[in-house]
């Protein structure tokens, strides 16, 4: 029999590392310097060029999932048959229920699933956390109505406000502990989980480890920088800071724009900087692992990030840029789109601004580059904020401290914990642990 390792966690991502995804990167790092036993599972290889390379101090073993669930059918099949011949009746039900939910994504989650099953049984995985509630939650949760094995769930933008509502649903109410980054998406998820609760949901905020992003001078360049660091996708809302260095462009102002990132929407941005006659004062810069980003802010005079809620309801978080140029001293502008203003205040730690509005954007702008004492007074703000709220190290061992409790719990092995209870009611299935309701916990 496989031995059990009472604190082995299962970290369940779709790709890794993925060079927009540091607070999962990160996460992973302080999980592992606070002693856990980590196995990483990634139901597919990250497609970027570049990689932090933070990356490389990563200990933890890391599995990808076949690129191919077609070529690697035969291992699947395996996979399949020895799931269901050890849970036949949990598999068949699970089975019946994917199918009825008509959904291809489901569909494939539950593929995926059987081999995720078999790779924590062989490591002696006693608890799956999925980083994502959207396609990582979908395996962790199946292979918990199969197997009995305890889950927990991260929700943070895209994965939350994309998925499938009657399945995030089940995966939202049938997690120990879900997480989630800002107090934006608290209510949000209560919503979500209705007609039924979520046991224990709990709001910690990403980070930003405060040594590597030191607070210090800023606005290097001359004529002075204005900064986005995003990708290059709808709701980040470069179009209408592109919309707003033509107005201050066309009012005689000076100034650089760089963009750091990469995403979809690169050829048409950079068509509409070719059509606003912003060539000479703009620049796409791809993108770059942590240590240039860095090097950009210090660079930068200030900080435009002008965040919108997409025309498929996709939205930011609390970008983890923001938090990295508070950090850093970096004034900054933005919207109050999703969790933002929970970091952004308005003349407080930045400046807000109404979303979409190029004007209002090129005021914001226009207003910081000549008011050198504002700049200083909500650097010195933001810096002091982040301390407070968004430290790495201090919000990561709350998310620690919660899953080794989970641990301690659930540390009997999976085949003890596995019930005949029924699709619909068995919330408290293998686990004698209280969940209580925790709607938000300080950082």
């Not at 929970?342 to 930045?350: A, N």
């Amino acid at each position: 029999m496989t031995p059990h390792h009472p604190r082995r966690l299962g970290y369940l991502v779709k790709a890794f590392p993925r060079i927009s995804e540091t607070f999962i990167l990160n996460e992973v790092l302080e999980l592992e310097r606070q002693g856990f036993d980590l196995r990483l599972y990634a139901l597919n290889r990250p497609r970027d060029t570049k990689r932090h390379a933070l990356a490389d101090q990563v200990r933890s073993p890391l599995v990808y999932l076949p690129e191919s669930l077609w070529l690697a059918a035969f291992r699947l099949f395996v996979d399949h048959l020895l799931l269901f011949l050890r849970f036949p009746w949990r598999y068949v039900r699970t089975l019946a229920a994917v199918v009825a939910a008509f959904d291809r994504d489901l569909v494939e989650r539950f593929v995926q699933a059987a081999p995720i099953a078999r790779l924590a049984r062989r490591d002696g995985v006693a608890h799956l956390h999925a980083g994502f509630v959207h396609a990582p939650a979908s395996v962790a949760w199946l292979v918990h109505r199969v197997t009995g094995m305890p889950y927990s769930v991260a929700a943070h933008a895209k994965d939350l406000y994309h998925s499938r509502p009657d399945i995030l649903q089940k995966k939202l109410t049938e997690a120990r502990v879900v997480f989630t980054c800002t107090q934006y998406n608290v209510a949000n998820l209560h919503r979500f989980a209705e007609p039924g609760r979520i046991d224990r949901l709990r709001r910690v905020y990403h980070g930003a480890d405060l040594n590597q992003f030191a607070f210090g001078p800023y606005g290097s360049d001359d004529p002075p920088l204005v900064l986005a660091v995003a990708r290059l996708v709808e709701k980040k809302g470069l179009e209408h800071l592109m919309r707003a260095c033509a107005l201050l462009n066309d009012r005689g102002r000076t100034f650089r724009c760089a963009i750091i990132g990469e995403g979809d929407l690169r050829a048409p941005l950079e068509r509409l900087r070719d059509e606003l006659k912003l060539g000479a004062i703009m620049s796409f810069e791809g993108s770059l692992d942590q240590q240039q980003v860095r090097a950009w802010y210090r660079r930068a005079t200030l900080l435009v990030l002008p965040s919108i809620v997409a025309r498929d309801g996709d939205r930011d978080g609390i970008p983890n840029v923001l938090v990295e140029a508070s950090a850093m001293g970096v004034p900054i502008i933005s919207t109050p789109t999703s969790g933002i203003p929970e970091l952004v205040r308005d003349g407080e730690t930045g400046l807000v601004v109404a979303p979409s509005d190029p004007a209002a954007i090129a005021a914001a702008v226009g207003r910081l580059l000549d008011d050198a004492p504002l700049r200083e007074q909500l650097r010195i703000a933001a810096r002091r904020f982040v301390e407070q709220h968004f430290d790495l190290h201090r919000n990561a061992t709350t998310i620690g401290d919660e899953l080794r409790r989970l641990l301690n719990h659930d540390g009997e092995p999976v085949e003890r914990r596995v019930s005949s209870a029924s699709w619909a009611d068995d919330r408290s299935e293998g686990s004698a642990l209280p969940r209580p309701v925790l709607e938000e916990v300080p950082s």
